[in-house]
């Protein structure tokens, strides 16, 4: 008989943030693009988004302001996609390094044998997967994969990538990294609908620890679905002056209908009963998504209260806000029955089971 395939285990996640809170400024400026009327529904939209503090790399000012404020990075025309990727390339392996470091704060990070890192915010070469992998000391043998470009949902595609790995090498040990900085893609609206978009997305990095040792939640078996004819309803657009969040308004309104379908609800959560599940880390994509979620699976109250928590403090951080909801549900109660579950481009749903060690 065949051997069973090892349990892969997200052992361990360490997170950081930059330190610049830019989430107030950021209201400021967008609430002067805009006529008397549209700033009345924006006020409301701020009210109900439920989101307290967004982390940026940009830093102050010399006299202590905002990027958007006089002397900072989008104080005057907004800069080129070059300037901004030069910002990339500097900033996103410190924070990557910083959320590594509070992994292994947490694990013992030696003989690393594979590194995975997520991110979309950014492009750089040689990758942010070679430049962390040389900073931190790991060894030319080191199997690196960087997955670029997918967006909210990286995190479930880079710790499924982890899975196969210990699945095919049960003595293998995975550092899976995901790094975002959003806040380099301010762009110039004077519509609604693109500002309530920028007003979703900061900055951040997860770094997790995946390997063959029962150790914090067993990963089992991802999933995925897509929606019909919803591609356009989430992209990113590369223009000259960065990259352009599309984020429809519909999206909520989409998600909901779709999950009410018992059968895309089957395909987006792993055919998992519903009633069963103890666990949910859900992608905190916006108040209105984890809303979308909550009613039209019917989950308890408070079921999403840790993605609430993460969109509060933080925002979307694109590919690193389910590993920060993981990171702080690995630091509470036990779960026997979890699913993950992320939105992205496409516009899909990604996923994936998971429990505690016994």
Do not use: K
């Not at 989430?23 to 549209?38: K, M, N, P, T, V």
């Amino acid at each position: 008989m065949p051997a069973t395939p090892t349990t892969a285990w997200l052992n361990a996640i360490g997170t950081a943030v930059p330190g610049h809170d830019i989430h107030s400024a950021f209201i400021g400026w967008a609430r002067e693009r805009l006529d008397a009327r549209a700033v009345r529904l924006f006020d409301r939209m701020v009210d109900r988004a439920d989101i307290s503090h967004r982390w940026s790399v940009l830093p102050a000012s010399e006299d202590g302001g905002s990027p958007v404020g006089a002397g900072g990075f989008y104080a005057d025309a907004m800069p080129g996609t070059a300037a901004r990727m030069r910002i990339y390339a500097d900033s996103a392996p410190i924070l990557a390094i910083a959320a590594i470091e509070a992994l292994r704060e947490q694990i013992d990070l030696s003989g690393i044998t594979h590194l995975v890192v997520a991110s979309c915010t950014g492009f750089v070469a040689p990758g942010i997967d070679q430049i962390v992998a040389a900073r931190i000391g790991l060894a030319p043998s080191v199997e690196r994969l960087l997955v670029g470009f997918m967006g909210c949902y990286a995190a479930v595609a880079a710790l499924r990538s982890a899975r196969h790995i210990v699945r095919s090498d049960p003595d293998a040990r995975v550092l899976v990294v995901t790094v975002e900085l959003s806040t380099l893609h301010l762009q110039p609206a004077t519509d609604l609908e693109p500002l309530l978009a920028m007003l979703q997305f900061g900055d951040g990095a997860a770094a997790a620890l995946v390997s063959g040792e029962a150790q914090g939640y067993a990963i089992d078996a991802p999933f995925a679905a897509t929606l019909p004819d919803s591609a356009a309803l989430i992209r990113w657009d590369i223009t000259d002056a960065g990259f352009a969040m599309h984020l429809s308004g519909e999206v909520p309104g989409r998600i909901a209908t779709a999950l009410t379908d018992p059968a895309f609800a089957a395909a987006a959560t792993g055919g998992r009963s519903l009633a069963a599940v103890d666990g949910w880390a859900v992608h905190a994509g916006g108040r209105s998504i984890l809303d979308a979620v909550e009613r039209s699976l019917s989950l308890p109250p408070d079921s999403l209260a840790v993605s609430r928590g993460v969109l509060a403090a933080n925002g979307n951080m694109s590919s690193a806000t389910l590993m920060f909801v993981l990171a702080a549900m690995l630091a509470g109660p036990r779960v026997d029955n979890g699913i993950a579950l992320a939105f992205g481009p496409g516009l899909a749903a990604e996923g994936f089971g998971f429990r505690s060690a016994a």
